[in-house]
Protein backbone atom coordinates (compact mmCIF):
# COMPACT_ATOMS: atom_id res chain seq x y z
CA UNK A 1 0.00 0.00 0.00
CA UNK A 2 1.11 3.48 -0.54
CA UNK A 3 0.41 6.72 1.78
CA UNK A 4 -3.11 7.02 0.14
CA UNK A 5 -4.05 3.35 0.99
CA UNK A 6 -3.93 2.27 -2.78
CA UNK A 7 -2.25 -0.89 -3.22
CA UNK A 8 0.66 -1.20 -4.86
CA UNK A 9 2.00 -4.55 -6.94
CA UNK A 10 5.75 -5.38 -5.79
CA UNK A 11 6.83 -5.38 -9.52
CA UNK A 12 5.74 -2.15 -9.99
CA UNK A 13 7.51 -0.47 -6.98
CA UNK A 14 10.71 -2.79 -8.66
CA UNK A 15 9.84 -1.53 -12.05
CA UNK A 16 9.51 2.40 -10.52
CA UNK A 17 13.27 1.84 -8.75
CA UNK A 18 14.50 0.71 -11.84
CA UNK A 19 13.36 3.87 -13.95
CA UNK A 20 14.60 6.03 -11.09
CA UNK A 21 18.22 3.65 -10.47
CA UNK A 22 17.66 3.13 -6.96
CA UNK A 23 18.00 -0.03 -5.62
CA UNK A 24 17.82 -1.97 -1.83
CA UNK A 25 20.60 -1.94 0.47
CA UNK A 26 21.03 -4.95 2.24
CA UNK A 27 24.17 -7.48 3.46
CA UNK A 28 24.16 -10.36 0.64
CA UNK A 29 24.34 -13.48 0.87
CA UNK A 30 27.34 -15.57 1.41
CA UNK A 31 29.40 -13.14 3.60
CA UNK A 32 30.80 -16.03 5.45
CA UNK A 33 31.90 -17.87 2.25
CA UNK A 34 35.79 -18.25 2.30
CA UNK A 35 37.62 -17.28 -1.10
CA UNK A 36 39.22 -20.32 -2.56
CA UNK A 37 42.55 -18.65 -3.42
CA UNK A 38 43.38 -18.00 0.40
CA UNK A 39 45.87 -20.01 2.16
CA UNK A 40 43.76 -22.29 4.88
CA UNK A 41 46.54 -21.66 8.55
CA UNK A 42 46.16 -24.18 10.93
CA UNK A 43 44.12 -23.33 13.72
CA UNK A 44 46.56 -23.34 17.19
CA UNK A 45 43.80 -22.84 19.51
CA UNK A 46 42.18 -25.77 18.72
CA UNK A 47 43.46 -27.87 21.81
CA UNK A 48 44.89 -25.30 23.82
CA UNK A 49 43.43 -25.74 28.05
CA UNK A 50 42.34 -22.35 28.57
CA UNK A 51 42.46 -22.35 32.56
CA UNK A 52 42.49 -18.79 33.22
CA UNK A 53 41.07 -15.33 32.83
CA UNK A 54 42.48 -12.81 30.43
CA UNK A 55 44.00 -16.30 28.86
CA UNK A 56 42.10 -16.09 25.54
CA UNK A 57 39.76 -12.83 24.20
CA UNK A 58 37.98 -13.28 21.45
CA UNK A 59 36.22 -10.81 19.15
CA UNK A 60 33.73 -10.37 17.15
CA UNK A 61 31.72 -8.30 14.29
CA UNK A 62 27.87 -8.76 13.70
CA UNK A 63 25.18 -6.31 12.27
CA UNK A 64 21.73 -5.92 13.76
CA UNK A 65 19.03 -5.09 11.96
CA UNK A 66 17.01 -1.62 12.92
CA UNK A 67 13.78 -0.60 11.16
CA UNK A 68 16.09 2.14 9.13
CA UNK A 69 19.20 0.06 8.16
CA UNK A 70 21.68 -1.75 10.08
CA UNK A 71 23.73 -1.27 12.82
CA UNK A 72 27.25 -3.04 14.19
CA UNK A 73 28.28 -4.59 16.88
CA UNK A 74 31.90 -5.17 18.24
CA UNK A 75 32.13 -6.96 21.01
CA UNK A 76 35.79 -8.62 23.11
CA UNK A 77 34.89 -11.67 25.16
CA UNK A 78 36.98 -13.69 27.98
CA UNK A 79 36.87 -17.57 26.73
CA UNK A 80 37.65 -18.40 30.22
CA UNK A 81 34.71 -16.51 32.05
CA UNK A 82 32.45 -15.05 28.96
CA UNK A 83 32.48 -11.98 30.24
CA UNK A 84 32.07 -9.01 27.98
CA UNK A 85 35.10 -7.10 28.25
CA UNK A 86 34.19 -4.43 26.22
CA UNK A 87 31.86 -3.98 23.07
CA UNK A 88 30.58 -0.96 20.89
CA UNK A 89 27.90 -0.83 18.41
CA UNK A 90 28.17 1.74 15.26
CA UNK A 91 26.38 2.68 12.19
CA UNK A 92 29.22 1.95 9.58
CA UNK A 93 31.67 -1.05 9.24
CA UNK A 94 34.57 1.91 9.68
CA UNK A 95 37.21 0.64 11.13
CA UNK A 96 37.53 3.51 13.97
CA UNK A 97 34.93 1.67 16.52
CA UNK A 98 36.41 -1.16 16.53
CA UNK A 99 39.78 0.25 17.47
CA UNK A 100 38.39 2.23 20.21
CA UNK A 101 37.15 -0.32 21.59
CA UNK A 102 39.92 -2.83 21.87
CA UNK A 103 42.52 0.50 22.87
CA UNK A 104 39.82 0.36 25.99
CA UNK A 105 39.62 -3.27 26.23
CA UNK A 106 43.22 -3.57 26.08
CA UNK A 107 43.49 -0.46 29.12
CA UNK A 108 41.63 -2.84 31.27
CA UNK A 109 43.88 -6.22 30.78
CA UNK A 110 46.00 -7.82 28.87
CA UNK A 111 45.53 -11.29 27.46
CA UNK A 112 47.87 -13.79 26.24
CA UNK A 113 45.72 -14.18 23.11
CA UNK A 114 43.05 -12.06 20.86
CA UNK A 115 41.20 -14.88 18.14
CA UNK A 116 39.21 -13.28 15.73
CA UNK A 117 37.90 -16.77 14.51
CA UNK A 118 36.08 -19.48 16.28
CA UNK A 119 36.97 -23.28 15.54
CA UNK A 120 34.76 -25.67 17.22
Known amino acids: MNREGDQ ?4 TVRRYMREMGIM ?5 PNL ?7 RIYPYLLRKLN ?3 PNQVWSVDITYIRMKHGWMYLFAVI ?3 SRFIIDWQVDQ ?4 GFVLETMKRALSLQ ?5 NSVYQP
Open 8 to 11: IHKN
Open 24 to 28: AIYPG
Open 32 to 38: SKRDLQH
Open 50 to 52: ITE
Open 78 to 80: DWY
Open 92 to 95: TLEI
Open 110 to 114: RPHVV
